[in-house]
C-alpha cells in the first residue's frame, strides 16, 4: 500500500507543535524544503512498489528527507532517526504535519532503502534540479540559434570532467592480514560445523594458538625484512590451506550421512571469498608479485578493488572510480565502477549526456591532459567543442596573441579547479572518502546520495543569490526612479 501526501499540501504556518511560539518560515530546512523535487523522487519510489499489496509504506517524503538529513549532517543511521525525533524543523522538513516525539522509522530499515533507491534514482533528481535552473535558458538559447528544425543549435556552455576515486571504510589491506582474517573465519566454520556433528570423533587440528602468537610477534616488529614477511605468509598459507581441506572433508562426511547443509548462505559466500584469497594469495606468493586480476583485498567487502591513482598521500586507493561531469556547480556521476578504468573513455558519453539534457552541445570542455586522446580530439573537433588542451604535435611560430586571449586560455584552464573543488567539498564536508555501507548496492547508492545532496546545496545558494541580486536590482530601480521622477518634477515647475 503507498502513503504519500504531496508536497504542495503542506506549509510551515500549518505545521503544529506543543510549544507556545510558531516555527521561523525563514529557516534552513523550510527554505531547503522547497528545492527538493518531493514528487518526482515519489513517482519513481512508488514505481517501486505495490501498490495492491502489502502493509502501509513509509512515505516517500520521509525516505528522502532522512537520506538528506543524514548526509548533511554527518550522522550515523541511528543519530538521523534521534536527530528528527528531536528538531521540528527536520521533522517539517520530512513531511510531518505535527510535531512527533516518536520514532518516524526503524534505523535498520536504511539498508533495505538503500537497496531499493540506486545511483540512477539519485542522478535523476540530479537532473530535475539542473533543468530547473536551465531549462528557460536552453529554450532561449535552442530558439534563437536554429532556423529551422533540421538544423542543430549552436554550441553553449561549459562543461568540466574528472575522475576520483571514494574509499571504503575498511582496514587498510595487507596480504598477511587478509590470510590471517581468513584463517580465523574458517576456524570458527569448523567449530560450527564439529558442534552440528555432534562432536563425533576427533575435532581437526588447526594450531590457531601456535598462529596467533606467530602473527602477533610478526605484528608487533617495526621494520620487517622480506624473509620476516614470506616466511609469515608461508606459515598463513599453510593454515589457510589446511583448514579449507577440514571444512571440506567435515561436509563430505555430513553429506553421506544425508544430514542437513551447516552452512548459512552468508556463511558459503564467506568461504567461497575465503578460497578465492587463498588462490590469489598462493599465486603471488609462488610468482614473487605484489598484484593479481580482480585482486580481494577485503573478506567482507570482495567487491572492493584497489585503484591506481599516483597522489602525493595515497598512491593506491580501496573503492570506487567515478567519472564525474560538472554542469554549471551541479555535479553528476556519468560512470561508477570498481574496477581501474582509463577515465578518457567517459568524455564523449558526458558529452553526449550534456546534449540530452540541454539540447545542445557545449561550447568548450574542461578537462585534464588525460582526456585529450586523439580519439576524443577528433570527436570534439568534428562537433565544433573546443577543449583546454595544448594541440598535438611540434609548437609553431603562430601570430602573436592578444593579452584578451591569452587571458581568457588561462582563465579557462583554471576553471577546471572548479570540479577538483567540488570533490574536495565531498570529501572533506560530507565524508566521501569514508563509503562505511558494506554491501555494494548500498555503497553506490551512498556515493550517490552524498552528490545529490551537494547539488541540493547548491541549488539552494543559487536561488539565495538570485533572491538577493533580484533585491539589489529593484533597489537600484527604485532609486534611478526616484532620480528622474524628482528630475521631472523639476522640469514641470520650470
Not at 504519500?4 to 530546512?29: C, K
Not at 581568457?408 to 567539498?425: P, Y
Request: charged share 30%.
Amino acid at each position: 500500500m503507498i502513503r504519500y501526501e504531496s508536497s504542495a499540501q503542506l506549509t510551515i504556518e500549518e505545521f503544529r507543535t506543543p510549544f507556545q511560539t510558531s516555527l521561523l518560515p525563514d529557516n534552513r530546512w523550510v527554505r531547503l524544503s522547497k528545492k527538493v523535487p518531493w514528487d518526482k523522487f515519489a513517482s519513481i519510489y512508488i514505481s517501486m512498489m505495490n501498490k495492491a499489496f502489502g502493509r502501509p509504506s513509509i512515505s516517500p517524503r520521509i525516505v528522502l528527507g532522512a537520506l538528506i538529513i543524514k548526509h548533511i549532517e554527518n550522522l550515523d543511521d541511528r543519530g538521523v532517526i534521534a536527530a528528527i525525533q528531536e528538531n521540528p524543523y527536520m521533522q517539517f522538513f520530512i513531511g510531518l504535519k505535527e510535531f512527533d516525539p516518536n520514532p518516524v522509522f526503524d534505523p535498520s530499515l536504511f539498508v533495505e532503502i538503500r537497496k531499493r533507491v540506486g545511483c540512477d534514482v539519485f542522478d535523476s533528481l540530479s537532473v530535475e534540479l539542473i533543468s530547473s535552473v536551465t531549462e528557460k535558458k536552453d529554450q532561449r538559447h535552442n530558439k534563437k540559434n536554429k532556423k529551422d528544425d533540421s538544423e542543430t543549435p549552436a554550441n553553449k556552455g561549459k562543461l568540466k570532467a574528472d575522475a576520483t576515486a571514494c574509499d571504503q571504510y575498511i582496514t587498510h589491506p595487507t596480504d598477511n592480514g587478509l590470510l590471517n582474517q581468513s584463517r580465523k573465519q574458517c576456524e570458527k566454520f569448523i567449530d560450527q560445523i564439529y558442534l552440528l556433528n555432534g562432536k563425533k570423533g576427533t575435532k581437526p587440528r588447526t594450531y590457531r594458538r601456535k598462529l596467533n602468537e606467530a602473527y602477533v610477534d610478526y605484528s608487533k616488529k617495526k621494520k620487517k625484512s622480506n624473509a620476516t614477511h614470506r616466511k609469515m605468509t608461508r606459515k598463513l598459507l599453510e593454515g589457510v590451506n589446511r583448514d579449507i581441506k577440514h571444512i571440506n572433508n567435515m561436509l563430505d562426511e555430513l553429506k553421506e550421512d544425508d544430514r542437513p547443509f551447516p552452512l548459512k548462505p552468508d556463511q558459503q559466500r564467506m568461504f567461497w571469498i575465503i578460497n578465492n584469497v587463498y588462490h590469489q594469495q598462493k599465486q603471488m606468493y609462488d610468482n614473487h608479485t605484489h598484484s593479481c586480476p580482480d585482486r580481494i583485498v577485503s573478506i567482507f567487502q570482495p567487491h572492493v578493488r584497489p585503484i591506481p591513482r599516483g597522489k602525493t598521500n595515497a598512491q593506491i586507493e580501496f573503492g570506487a572510480k567515478l567519472g564525474v561531469s560538472l554542469d554549471g556547480g551541479f555535479a553528476r556521476i556519468n560512470t561508477l565502477s570498481w574496477d581501474a578504468y582509463h577515465e578518457a573513455s567517459d568524455l564523449i558519453g558526458q558529452v553526449k549526456a550534456y546534449r540530452d539534457l540541454h539540447g545542445h552541445y557545449p561550447e568548450l570542455v574542461q578537462v585534464d591532459k588525460i582526456y585529450a586522446t586523439r580519439e576524443n580530439r577528433k570527436w570534439l573537433k568534428e562537433r565544433g567543442i573546443r577543449i583546454t588542451a595544448p594541440p598535438l604535435g611540434r609548437k609553431k611560430i603562430k601570430e602573436p596573441q592578444s593579452y584578451y586571449q591569452k587571458r581568457k586560455r588561462k582563465k579557462e584552464a583554471i576553471e577546471r579547479n572548479h570540479i577538483e573543488a567540488k570533490f574536495g567539498q565531498g570529501k572533506n564536508g560530507y565524508n566521501l572518502n569514508q563509503i562505511r555501507a558494506k554491501l555494494k548496492d548500498t555503497s553506490e547508492s551512498w556515493i550517490a546520495c552524498i552528490f545529490f545532496v551537494m547539488n541540493l546545496i547548491h541549488r539552494e545558494q543559487v536561488s539565495l543569490f538570485c533572491s538577493f541580486f533580484r533585491a539589489v536590482e529593484k533597489l537600484i530601480f527604485a532609486f534611478f526612479r526616484k532620480k528622474y521622477l524628482t528630475f521631472k518634477f523639476q522640469r514641470a515647475l520650470v
